[in-house]
């Protein structure tokens, strides 16, 4: 009868400050990892409930229904062969007793064995039961487990304080990990674990807020007081999760209390780094002059982010389209009874933050763009591609031939539509030119991330077109996943220019992203391209696209249009099925590398209609079957019949059903209507029917053979217009 004993668990590491842009997968990790060992090791039940807490100073675990010794486990081991074991008088070989001492037992255990079948002979079986893990030494292989596992972006190394750890030796004893750890908790209930690492002892004493707890150190209870005890004696939110929504809420009050429709920047990012940064927030208003505010609001909001931790305010009114305002708020660690100490001092040193930008934003504006172009020519680009400058005037070579392909077809209305394609390659020239000139300005040094929004800024300082300082800063986009893209056709022309450009010139020099690594967010640029040649159906076909962007390289690269073409049709097909289209669907669209892109999605609504008509299966499962019959034949197979060389009645059938079909379909897909193309289709489900039931398309006369396949090869051509609609056959 068992007599294991059932608790919660409470695992918590005591360390110095952790590094806020890693703590929350620190904190998850550890929990899981450690979690995941009890649960292996039959500790904890899969479905115990696993809570993770993570603050600048600890990570810790609370697992639920814990046993103090997992069940044993029966275990049977397979020896050998009946006949290896066993001689004629049925007494133990050498063999057999040599192998039950590997496991600790002698000959009084060969009675015990069991001959069971194992393929077509017998052999020997023995039963035992495994112990089950004992919670000391099971938590301790766990514990083990989850520091070695935890993604710690930099290690450290220290020494272990003086009677810290077993065999400790002054100057000797070395620990590495992310940060110096100064406690460890271990709590079965109420019972502490004893297990050790880094030097440390479990007990049950942690620590609160450095200097707002009201006892220390905060000696813990019970497993299930930890987080309650923390918050009461040590002022410490211990949950990660729990400390940001504390700080989501205190910021929407704030924001409130600042005035009428203001309301704290967006950012998860910001806010999970704030988050990792305090124990016990305490959101404070501050204010800066509103001489400052002349300054791109861009420029503001990123230093206060990035170098305050600041969450600016903006004026959410209708029309201010989250205007920047001088007021923004702070994420205090402590709670003084008169916090204008702490504003004060945060408003003191934001202040020459934004003087810097501001200093830089004037210096700046002393030196036109077009000055600066001379500049790009002594900026390496890439060791074997150039300079900046080079890189400029193919961006711009590739612009001009973009201009030159749209001029052959009729663009959608955008703002700039009234212009002619003179004017349109008039602007994307001045922009592919002045595009890269920001990178030289004092700004774009100090905050890189403002590269093409300073542009766009100077750009309109300076009075240049409107649609030219729109490109220089939109000719990034979409810079990442969900980002907009550029707002007019001089930026749309310059941000295609610009990706394909980085995409034919890596590819070039071989320069492929491999598995996870890809240092020039090659992967991105290609989903850029898609998106804007899909959502704005633009009438470009890709590979004209890739090989006018190869020509301004000459001879400083291989031509890689082939293979990125295959690059672009899997970064195309996963980002349809992310979308929600079903691999036969893509697949289905993908198989005819359609090159205009702009017309993938109408062909995948098409698709997806067409499979959902009744004749659909039976149309596809057909057309699999023509073309593994067209595969077989050698040779091309040209689309030609004479009617007069028909036998049978359903090859007259099916070429009457196809001379109604086609032309009706053919025009439909002329004109864009993909679904009405491919539901005309339908009606060839009963004679394509009949004619495989009723025509043997391989007969011995060679002309009525090649007049059935000539039949065949039309009705293939008919139902892969769209799409390889073989493709949704089951």
Same mark, same amino acid.
């Given at each position: 009868?068992?007599?294991?004993?059932?608790?919660?668990?409470?695992?918590?590491?005591?360390?110095?400050?952790?590094?806020?842009?890693?703590? +929350?997968?620190?904190?998850?990790? /550890?929990?899981?990892?450690?979690?995941?060992?009890?649960?292996?090791?039959?500790?904890?039940?899969?479905? &115990?409930?696993?809570?993770?807490?993570?603050?600048?100073?600890?990570?810790?675990?609370h697992?639920t229904?814990?046993?103090?010794?997992?069940?044993?486990?029966?275990?049977?081991?397979?020896?050998?062969?009946?006949?290896?074991?066993l001689?004629?008088?049925?007494?133990?070989?050498?063999?057999?007793?040599?192998k039950?001492?590997?496991?600790?037992?002698?000959?009084?255990?060969?009675?015990?064995?069991?001959?069971?079948?194992?393929?077509k002979?017998?052999?020997?079986?023995?039963?035992?039961?495994?112990?089950?893990?004992?919670?000391?030494?099971?938590?301790?292989?766990?514990?083990?487990?989850?520091?070695?596992?935890?993604?710690?972006? +930099?290690?450290?190394?220290?020494?272990?304080?003086?009677?810290?750890?077993?065999?400790?030796?002054?100057?000797?004893?070395?620990?590495?990990?992310?940060?110096?750890?100064?406690?460890?908790?271990?709590?079965?209930?109420?019972?502490?674990?004893?297990?050790?690492?880094?030097?440390?002892?479990?007990?049950?004493?942690?620590?609160?807020?450095?200097?707002?707890?009201?006892?220390?150190?905060v000696?813990?209870?019970?497993?299930?007081?930890?987080?309650?005890?923390?918050?009461?004696?040590?002022?410490?939110?211990?949950?990660?999760?729990?400390?940001?929504?504390?700080?989501?809420?205190?910021?929407?009050?704030?924001?409130?209390?600042?005035?009428?429709?203001?309301?704290? #920047?967006?950012?998860?990012?910001?806010?999970?780094e704030?988050?990792?940064?305090?124990?016990?927030?305490?959101?404070? #208003?501050?204010?800066?002059?509103?001489?400052?505010? &002349?300054?791109?609001?861009?420029?503001?909001?990123?230093?206060?982010?990035?170098?305050q931790?600041?969450?600016?305010?903006?004026?959410?009114?209708p029309?201010?389209?989250?205007?920047?305002?001088?007021?923004?708020?702070?994420?205090?660690?402590?709670h003084?009874?008169?916090?204008?100490?702490i504003?004060?001092?945060?408003?003191?040193?934001?202040?020459?933050?934004?003087?810097?930008?501001?200093? /830089? /934003?004037?210096?700046?504006? +002393?030196?036109?763009?077009?000055?600066?172009?001379?500049?790009?020519?002594?900026?390496?680009?890439?060791?074997?591609?150039?300079?900046?400058?080079e890189?400029?005037e193919?961006?711009?070579?590739?612009?001009?031939?973009?201009?030159?392909?749209?001029?052959?077809?009729?663009?959608?209305?955008?703002?700039?539509?009234? *212009?002619?394609?003179?004017?349109?390659?008039?602007?994307?020239?001045?922009?592919?030119?002045?595009?890269?000139?920001?990178?030289?300005?004092?700004m774009?040094?100090?905050?890189?991330?403002?590269?093409? #929004?300073?542009?766009?800024?100077?750009?309109?300082?300076?009075?240049?077109?409107?649609?030219?300082?729109?490109?220089?800063?939109?000719?990034? +986009?979409?810079?990442?996943?969900? *980002?907009?893209?550029?707002?007019?056709?001089?930026?749309?022309?310059?941000?295609?220019?610009?990706?394909?450009?980085?995409?034919?010139?890596?590819?070039?020099?071989?320069?492929?992203?491999?598995?996870?690594?890809?240092?020039?967010?090659?992967?991105?640029?290609?989903?850029?391209?898609?998106?804007?040649?899909?959502e704005?159906?633009?009438?470009?076909?890709?590979?004209?696209?890739?090989?006018?962007?190869?020509?301004?390289?000459?001879?400083?690269?291989?031509?890689?249009?082939?293979?990125?073409?295959?690059?672009?049709?899997?970064?195309?097909?996963?980002?349809?099925?992310?979308?929600?289209?079903?691999?036969?669907?893509?697949?289905?669209?993908?198989?005819?590398?359609p090159?205009?892109?702009?017309?993938?999605?109408?062909?995948?609504?098409?698709?997806?209609?067409?499979?959902?008509?009744p004749?659909?299966?039976?149309?596809?499962?057909?057309?699999?079957?023509?073309?593994?019959?067209?595969?077989?034949?050698?040779?091309?197979?040209?689309?030609?019949?004479?009617?007069?060389? /028909?036998?049978?009645?359903?090859?007259?059938?099916?070429?009457?059903?196809?001379?109604?079909?086609?032309?009706?379909?053919?025009?439909?897909?002329?004109?864009? *209507?993909?679904?009405?193309?491919?539901?005309?289709?339908?009606?060839?489900?009963?004679?394509?029917?009949?004619?495989? *039931?009723?025509?043997?398309?391989?007969?011995?006369?060679?002309?009525?053979?090649?007049?059935?396949?000539?039949?065949?090869?039309?009705?293939?051509?008919?139902?892969?217009?769209?799409?390889?609609?073989?493709?949704?056959?089951?």
């Amino acid at each position: 009868m068992s007599t294991s004993r059932t608790a919660n668990l409470l695992v918590e590491l005591f360390v110095e400050e952790l590094p806020p842009k890693a703590l +929350k997968k620190l904190g998850e990790s /550890f929990a899981t990892v450690l979690a995941d060992g009890l649960k292996a090791q039959g500790l904890a039940a899969a479905d &115990a409930v696993v809570t993770p807490y993570a603050s600048p100073r600890r990570l810790a675990v609370h697992v639920t229904g814990v046993a103090d010794k997992a069940a044993d486990q029966p275990v049977q081991h397979k020896l050998m062969p009946v006949a290896v074991g066993l001689n004629a008088e049925g007494q133990a070989t050498p063999a057999l007793l040599k192998k039950l001492g590997s496991l600790g037992l002698g000959a009084e255990a060969v009675a015990q064995l069991k001959k069971q079948p194992d393929g077509k002979a017998e052999a020997l079986f023995l039963d035992t039961v495994k112990p089950g893990a004992e919670l000391a030494s099971g938590l301790q292989k766990a514990l083990e487990e989850a520091l070695a596992r935890l993604p710690i972006p +930099k290690v450290m190394t220290y020494q272990l304080q003086e009677g810290e750890g077993e065999g400790f030796q002054p100057g000797w004893t070395s620990v590495n990990f992310v940060r110096p750890a100064h406690g460890l908790v271990a709590l079965h209930g109420e019972q502490v674990v004893p297990v050790s690492v880094l030097g440390l002892k479990a007990g049950r004493d942690t620590h609160g807020h450095r200097f707002e707890a009201k006892v220390s150190p905060v000696v813990l209870r019970d497993a299930d007081s930890y987080a309650a005890q923390l918050a009461e004696e040590g002022a410490v939110i211990a949950s990660f999760d729990a400390r940001r929504a504390e700080i989501v809420a205190q910021l929407a009050a704030a924001a409130g209390r600042a005035g009428h429709h203001l309301q704290p #920047i967006d950012d998860e990012a910001l806010l999970d780094e704030v988050t990792a940064l305090v124990e016990r927030p305490n959101v404070l #208003i501050g204010r800066f002059e509103e001489a400052f505010l &002349a300054v791109p609001q861009e420029c503001l909001i990123l230093t206060m982010k990035a170098n305050q931790k600041y969450f600016p305010l903006l004026d959410a009114t209708p029309g201010k389209d989250g205007k920047l305002t001088h007021q923004f708020l702070v994420v205090s660690n402590i709670h003084p009874a008169d916090p204008s100490a702490i504003i004060g001092g945060n408003e003191r040193v934001v202040r020459p933050r934004l003087a810097d930008a501001k200093f /830089f /934003f004037d210096q700046d504006r +002393k030196k036109t763009l077009a000055s600066r172009v001379p500049g790009l020519a002594k900026v390496v680009y890439h060791n074997k591609l150039g300079t900046q400058g080079e890189r400029s005037e193919r961006v711009r070579a590739i612009a001009h031939a973009i201009v030159k392909q749209l001029s052959l077809h009729t663009l959608p209305y955008t703002v700039d539509d009234k *212009d002619h394609f003179e004017v349109l390659d008039s602007k994307a020239q001045e922009a592919a030119l002045l595009a890269k000139t920001d990178l030289l300005t004092d700004m774009v040094g100090e905050f890189p991330e403002l590269q093409g #929004i300073m542009g766009g800024y100077y750009a309109r300082h300076e009075g240049l077109r409107d649609g030219v300082a729109i490109a220089i800063e939109d000719h990034y +986009k979409p810079r990442f996943a969900g *980002d907009s893209l550029p707002r007019n056709h001089t930026g749309t022309v310059v941000a295609l220019a610009d990706k394909l450009e980085t995409l034919v010139g890596l590819f070039g020099i071989g320069q492929l992203p491999t598995g996870d690594k890809d240092p020039f967010a090659l992967r991105r640029h290609a989903l850029g391209v898609i998106r804007i040649l899909t959502e704005k159906d633009l009438p470009l076909s890709l590979p004209e696209l890739l090989d006018a962007a190869a020509e301004p390289f000459g001879e400083l690269i291989q031509n890689p249009t082939d293979a990125l073409l295959g690059f672009f049709s899997d970064r195309l097909a996963v980002s349809l099925r992310e979308q929600g289209y079903s691999a036969q669907e893509v697949d289905a669209v993908l198989a005819l590398q359609p090159t205009r892109l702009g017309d993938v999605p109408r062909r995948l609504a098409a698709v997806r209609a067409f499979a959902a008509l009744p004749e659909a299966e039976a149309l596809a499962a057909a057309n699999k079957r023509v073309s593994n019959i067209l595969k077989k034949v050698e040779g091309e197979v040209e689309a030609q019949v004479d009617a007069a060389l /028909f036998k049978e009645p359903a090859e007259g059938a099916l070429y009457e059903a196809l001379q109604a079909v086609v032309p009706n379909a053919q025009a439909a897909f002329e004109q864009g *209507d993909y679904t009405a193309s491919l539901q005309a289709l339908a009606v060839l489900r009963a004679p394509v029917d009949a004619f495989f *039931d009723g025509v043997m398309v391989n007969a011995d006369d060679a002309a009525l053979k090649a007049n059935r396949l000539g039949l065949l090869a039309t009705l293939h051509a008919a139902m892969n217009r769209v799409a390889d609609i073989s493709r949704l056959a089951a």
